[in-house]
T-cell receptor, first 115, second 116 residues
Framework: GQQLNQSPQSMFIQEGEDVSMNCTSS?????WLWYKQDPGEGPVLLIA?????ELTSNGRLTAQFGITRKDSFLNISASIPSDVGIYFC???????????????FGRGTQLTVWP | EAQVTQNPRYLITVTGKKLTVTCSQN?????MSWYRQDPGLGLRQIYY???????DKGDVPEGYKVSRKEKRNFPLILESPSPNQTSLYFC???????????????FGSGTRLTVV
């Protein structure tokens, strides 16, 4: 399967700081997604990106679809304690039928926010 | 409430004893999938299904079976569980995937399986 390299693996930041994380792949993707997982729960979709160069925001979160289509970035501005969790990137390379259901995930970035 | 429901939440079993983890969604979603989550490895796709009777292998299908006889249900079957299948399992569903429009997967709350 395709490998998604997500970094950093973990981050420890103070409340109010901005956060950046990224995801790279050796293959081209058609769609990039960013998810957040709270403890004891399943991942929840934060942002979806569909075009190279696209920049999309969701509140304090901003994500970008890299120009090469092999990377994506997520920024969180002015972090707050409830931002704590694991953030996953996910990529989709299929373009028709059942291949569209093939969604690859990165290994996650564990975010800790100190008050 | 729109949701993906998987049962049980926790399961401890012994090596070789067949088990089934059920998954049901009430959103009339086309796609369903199973993932396993292990520390440091992220989420790895086991199987996915585009519709009834259509299933495909993901990254780690060995040792697992699935079936999609009805649109709403997608059970995960471990015919002969082994300790290396101890993991956190997530069922997920999606309304559709299209080029340029993507709901992504909606995940259930997880099933923590321990095989001793």
């Amino acid at each position: 399967g395709q490998q998604l390299n997500q970094s950093p693996q973990s981050m420890f930041i103070q409340e109010g700081e901005d956060v950046s994380m990224n995801c790279t792949s050796s293959s081209i993707f058609n769609t990039w997604l960013w998810y957040k997982q709270d403890p004891g729960e399943g991942p929840v979709l934060l942002i979806a990106l569909y075009k190279a160069g696209e920049l999309t925001s969701n509140g304090r979160l901003t994500a970008q679809f890299g120009i090469t289509r092999k990377d994506s970035f997520l920024n969180i501005s002015a972090s707050i304690p409830s931002d704590v969790g694991i953030y996953f990137c996910a990529g989709q390379s299929g373009d028709r039928g059942s291949t569209l259901g093939r969604l690859y995930f990165g290994r996650g970035t564990q975010l800790t926010v100190w008050p | 409430e729109a949701q993906v429901t998987q049962n049980p939440r926790y399961l401890i079993t012994v090596t070789g004893k067949k088990l089934t983890v059920t998954c049901s969604q009430n959103m009339n979603h086309e796609y369903m999938s199973w993932y396993r989550q292990d520390p440091g490895l992220g989420l790895r796709q086991i199987y996915y299904s585009m519709n009834v009777e259509v299933t495909d292998k993901g990254d780690v299908p060995e040792g697992y079976k699935v079936s999609r006889k009805e649109k709403r249900n997608f059970p995960l079957i471990l015919e002969s569980p082994s300790p290396n299948q101890t993991s956190l399992y997530f069922c997920a569903s999606s309304l559709y995937f299209r080029q340029g429009a993507n709901y992504g997967y909606t995940f259930g709350s997880g099933t923590r399986l321990t095989v001793v």
